[in-house]
């Protein structure tokens, strides 16, 4: 059961409930990582803070539950990750 709060973030853009459709699958993974790169030419205006800080809590407690679908990042990043991990999980 997905542990971050996407209420705010469902209700501001609908089309989004997809995540809870994919959640623990690959396609789940690769979508909201989709959602927080330019895939549109430079056209993406990006969210708003807020959601765009709960998509990437959806991201890492997705890669956290299901790390098989997390893909090979650089030790940095790596490092930066398991920080903000470490505090979600209090």
Not at 21 to 38: A, V, Y
Request: negative net charge; aromatic residues 8%; charged residues 35%.
């Amino acid at each position: 059961m997905r542990k971050t709060n996407v209420s705010k973030l469902y209700e501001a853009y609908p089309h989004l409930r997809r995540i809870d459709e994919l959640w623990g699958t690959r396609d789940c993974r690769e979508f909201i990582n989709r959602l927080m790169n330019d895939t549109r030419d430079g056209q993406r205006r990006g969210f708003p803070g807020d959601h765009a800080r709960t998509i990437l809590l959806l991201l890492m407690e997705h890669d956290h539950e299901f790390p098989q679908f997390e893909e090979s990042i650089t030790s940095d990043w790596r490092d930066t990750v398991g920080e903000l991990r470490r505090g979600i999980q209090g």
